[in-house]
Structure formats: C-alpha cells, structure tokens
T-cell receptor
C-alpha cells in the first residue's frame, strides 16, 4: 500500500515564485492535513480538509492556499514564495474522527517535501 | 488552548525501559492523547492513543492518570532503532491540533 504520497521530495524556489505541493492518499480517508516543520521544531497545522470540497484554516495558513476536489488529492499552493516559507512540509490523512475532533484519530503521514526559498 | 510540555531530550541504553512524560494541564474533556514517533527525513508515525487509564499495544504502553493532566509513554526494552523524536499530541482547542517540540530520545549501546 502506498499510503500518503508527497511530490516532489525536494524543491528550491526563488523569492516570488509559485508552486504546488502534491499530496495523494489511497486509503479512502476523508480527512487530510498539511503541516510545516521548521528545523528543531514540532509540526504546525497549515490547512486541513474534512472531505472533498471542504477546507479550513489551521494555525499558520497565511501565504498558502489549498483545494480538495477529490477524496484522494489535497494540493498545497504557495503563490508568492518567501524565505520564511523555507521548511519541510508534511501531508497527512485520517479516517473521520468519531467525535468530530481532529485529535481523536491517528494520522498517517507522508515523507515530506523539503522546500527552500532563496 | 491546550499545550503540551515534554522533556527536550532523554538518553537511555539498549534493553532498558524508557518512560517519557507529557504534561497537558489544559486538556479538554473530549481530547484524546496521541503519541507519534519521527525519524530524520520521515513523517511522524502513530505509536499509541488513549483517553484514560492504560492502553497497551505491540510497541508501547500509555499511562494516563485520572485527572488526565499528564500522560506517560512507556517503551519496553528499547533498541538503537528507537532513537527518534517522540511527540505527545492533544487537541488544541477550537478543534485544532498542537504539536509540541517533542522529546529527542537517544538510545546508547
């Protein structure tokens, strides 16, 4: 099973460029998440989606956009790349939480996209 | 806003039992406690989850006291491959998720 697949694994962008980080899952999970992890730090939630067509902001959404047109895919877009967005980006998915809370179901993570903005 | 506090780092030796404690004083009634393991250049991997008392699976045990203001992850008989960062996670209020900085566990031979 592939689980959660993220592409690309590495990317270098120039300031002001845009790009889309791809995320796909084959577990038929309704919930999907995007996180960023800065060096030596924990993960911070950027955006999440509870199903196709529905997205919501996390802790650090500024500078990013997401869409969820299918259950399988949850791309993250950077419109105007800035040095502060240099980070490792992780996508995750989970089954629908039983009590409607994000924290009550285990999340399955991809291996990340390492992004540098120069 | 729920927040977790864990030791920054811990060292142990192969074959020992390791206990990592997480403090979460503001845990909400509906919050679950989840622990993840992360190796370098990989995404976090789910270890164990619990709500109260004790939960055990094939890799770890999770102890949660009655007041739920803390939890302890117990790794029995660790090996070198258990060297990783361990994150304690509870709900972040307003249905958000808060990852702390984690505990960097270093297993020595």
């Amino acid at each position: 099973n592939a689980g959660v697949t993220q592409t690309p694994k590495f990317r270098i962008l120039k300031i002001g460029q845009s790009m889309t980080l791809q995320c796909a899952q084959d577990m038929n999970h309704n919930y999907m998440y995007w996180y960023r992890q800065d060096p030596g730090m924990g993960l911070k939630l950027i955006y999440y989606s509870v199903g196709a067509g529905i997205t919501d902001k996390g802790e650090v959404p500024n500078g990013y956009n997401v869409s969820r047109s299918t259950t399988e895919d949850f791309p993250l877009r950077l419109e105007l790349a800035a040095p502060s967005q240099t980070s490792v980006y992780f996508c995750a998915s989970s089954i629908t939480p039983g009590q409607g809370l994000l924290s009550d179901q285990p999340q399955h993570f991809g291996d990340g996209t390492r992004l540098s903005i120069l | 806003l729920a927040k977790t506090t864990q030791p920054i780092s811990m060292d142990s030796y192969e074959g020992q039992e390791v206990n990592i404690t997480c403090s979460h004083n503001n845990i909400a009634t509906n919050d679950y406690i989840t622990w993840y393991q992360q190796f370098p250049s990989q995404g976090p991997r789910f270890i164990i989850q619990g709500y109260k008392t004790k939960v055990t699976n094939e890799v770890a045990s999770l102890f949660i006291p009655a007041d739920r203001k803390s939890s302890t992850l117990s790794l029995p008989r660790v090996s070198l491959s258990d060297t990783a960062v361990y994150y304690c996670l509870v709900g972040g209020g307003d249905d958000k998720i808060i990852f702390g900085k984690g505990t960097r566990l270093h297993i020595l031979p």
